[in-house]
């Protein structure tokens, strides 16, 4: 990536690196150094394990109990709660977010997964971090088809905008070169058409059944699950360190990785569509900022949140739905991968070798190739 210049992009690379030893010496450290230099660095942060729900909740519950219970929401869907809900922080945060979302991504697919997949989520961890719960008509009308479907239909104008330009950076064609001439327009026009893309490209990922298209849908998969451990993660975090969702470090992190995940997209999709054979440095670096986080959130959350006990237990139904998905999503996936293999790839040289015995026609094949 070269607009707005690359040093932008290497200063971006350079800060999640430096995010990611902070994460390394986070769990080199005994739990209770991390929080005392977490702390030196925000001073607003005290009051130690027992300040964790009074920080990150506006209400100040007495305990973690009486936010399982749901009494502090008012869930009557009328016109004064619609209004504040959409005049709150979080549905604009919405709105950008899934505008990013869509011109990171350039597919419906993949958004409207991503949508559902993260509000069933948060209905199956509201167990283990209380500031998911919401009312139904706030997870499904302002959240699924409200703030996200707007944000995604704001990027697909964006991302229309984009395609329909015509990129021509000719020095000696005065329409249009932004360097061409020496007016204050044209210097200004220069300016801020270096923050617009070099050039654009749509994305056309795999997504039907008509050839051998598992394994580049699991990579997908693969795509989709890292991007939503990481801003899941960012609730952990919030909880593990006793932040409020309103501190700085919030807004900053998710600025910095979706800045980044803007350049490690598009290496995906390059491996994804065959054009590379190697998987590009940025994506390995989001990888590891994944699972770093992801240790550190369950190394530091259980030393400071009162979770995982037995009075905090995962409710039985959200484990028996738990459960019933991994159950549903295993069945579908085998399901899948043989209608993938027996009927719809083509040629039959494709299939893997387990699987051609499978196959009738790869017998009746085989057995004229050699008469």
């Known amino acids: 990536m070269v607009r707005p210049h690359p040093a932008v992009w290497r200063a971006i690379h350079g800060i999640v690196l430096v995010y990611m030893i902070i994460l390394v010496s986070l769990l080199v ?24 729900l009074t920080n990150i909740i506006d209400v100040e519950p007495a305990s973690h109990d009486s936010l ?38 350039r597919d419906w697919h993949m958004c409207w997964t991503y949508s ?11 167990w283990l971090v209380p500031e998911f719960q919401e009312c139904w008509w706030d997870s499904l009308l302002m959240d699924v088809f409200g703030a996200n479907f ?22 000696h064609d005065p329409e249009n070169s932004p360097k061409h001439g020496r007016q204050l327009g ?20 795999p997504l039907d059944a008509s050839h051998w298209s598992l394994t580049l849908w699991l990579i997908e998969l693969a795509l989709l699950t890292q991007c939503f451990v990481l ?16 501190h700085i470090f ?36 989001l990888s590891c900022v994944t699972v770093l986080e992801s240790i550190v959130c369950l190394r530091y959350g259980k030393a400071t949140h009162p979770f995982f006990t037995h009075r905090t237990a995962p409710p039985r139904g959200d484990f028996i739905a738990w459960v019933i998905q991994a159950a549903f999503f295993s069945v579908t996936l085998l399901w899948l991968a043989l209608y993938l293999a027996l009927y719809k790839a083509r040629p039959l040289v494709d299939l893997p070798l387990w699987l051609k015995g499978l196959s009738y026609e790869a017998v009746e094949d ?3 190739k050699y008469k």
């Open 186 to 205: 044209r210097k200004f026009k220069r300016v801020m058409l270096q923050f617009t893309p070099y050039s654009w490209s749509r994305y056309d990922w």
């Open 68 to 105: 399982l219970s749901f009494d502090h929401l008012q869930c009557g869907l009328t016109v004064g709660h619609v209004i504040r809900s959409m005049s709150s922080i979080w549905f604009a945060a919405h709105v950008v977010g899934y505008w990013a979302k869509m011109c990171i991504f």
């Open 231 to 246: 801003e899941i993660n960012s609730f952990f975090l919030i909880h593990a360190f006793a932040l409020r969702p309103s």
């Open 366 to 368: 085989d057995n004229t």
């Open 150 to 171: 707007i944000g995604m239909c704001l990027g697909r104008l964006t991302l229309y905008h984009l395609e329909c330009r015509a990129y021509v950076w000719n020095l």
């Open 116 to 126: 559902f997949a993260f509000e069933f989520a948060e209905l199956g961890l509201v």
């Open 29 to 52: 450290v005994p739990p209770r150094l991390g929080i005392q230099a977490v702390h030196m660095l925000f001073p607003e942060l005290h009051g130690g394990p027992q300040a964790v």
């Open 250 to 285: 919030s807004p900053v992190r998710q600025l910095v990785l979706a800045l980044h995940g803007a350049q490690a997209v598009p290496e995906w999709y390059e491996y994804i569509k065959g054009h590379t054979r190697r998987i590009g440095h940025n994506v390995w670096l």
